[in-house]
């Protein structure tokens, strides 16, 4: 099993379940020439995103990492005309591209991109009262992975689900010792969801056009939301 077989089994289910149209390949294109890193979700992802938003007939999402904005439009589109999608970016550049991709998607009705530190823009929504989101995408940094769960969960409701992209890291994410700050980030999140008794979690392990990885799927139980943060 290798690399070939994964990228041509996901190539096969995108062509039945997932196409893209011609705005999902302009954006990754426009992506790609900007210079942005190729971590934009699959087209398989993208779809397991907008079935998580039809499913749980989401009408408020909040992204954490937009990049070039392709996931957002992915789930943009699943959402009615109601919906809102709140992305937070804190690269000018990344942001920058995003908001022309929204455009040409016309999908910018639909969303708030924030250009900013998560940390800053998650901690004014809490300040400002923000409702609570129905669905949450974590898809940044990943050091700072469980900080930004822990602010995610003041803007949450019990059965706000919560997904934590690239928590596998090529199964790095066993190794206690290591010293690559995002497999690092990744597993005291995940150690946080599990200790964390208002969240109910499993991670699944995906293989696929980027690699071996996998995401996190949580759902908040009933019961008051607070943040819980987990020591080194
Ligand atoms: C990385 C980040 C991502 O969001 C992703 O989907 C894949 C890789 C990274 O930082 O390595
Ligand atoms: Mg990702």
Request: overall charge negative; charged content about 20%.
């Amino acid at each position: 099993m290798n690399q070939e077989i994964w990228t041509s089994v996901d190539d096969y289910f995108t062509e039945l379940f997932a196409q893209e149209d011609d705005v999902l390949k302009t954006v990754l294109r426009n992506s790609a020439v900007e210079g942005l890193p190729p971590y934009q979700v699959s087209p398989c992802q993208g779809k397991f995103l907008q079935l998580l938003i039809e499913i749980q007939n989401s009408k408020r999402v909040l992204e954490i990492g937009t990049l070039g904005g392709y996931s957002t439009i992915w789930m943009s589109r699943a959402l009615g005309v109601n919906g809102l999608i709140v992305t937070i970016e804190a690269v000018e550049k990344h942001a920058a591209v995003a908001a022309q991709n929204f455009e040409l998607a016309r999908q910018s009705n639909k969303i708030s991109l924030i250009h900013d530190d998560a940390k800053n823009a998650l901690q004014r929504m809490i300040n400002d009262g923000n409702e609570p989101f129905d669905l949450i995408f974590i898809d940044a940094d990943k050091p700072n992975n469980l900080v930004y769960l822990d602010l995610a969960l003041q803007l949450s409701r019990p059965g706000t689900i919560i997904v934590g992209d690239n928590v596998v890291r090529e199964g790095e994410v066993t190794n206690q010792n290591s010293s690559d700050d995002k497999v690092r980030g990744v597993r005291k999140y995940c150690q946080g969801l599990s200790e964390n008794p208002l969240l109910n979690s499993t991670a699944i392990q995906t293989v696929g056009s980027k690699g071996y990885d996998g995401f996190t799927l949580t759902v908040v139980k009933e019961g008051e939301s607070t943040s819980h943060p987990v020591q080194d």
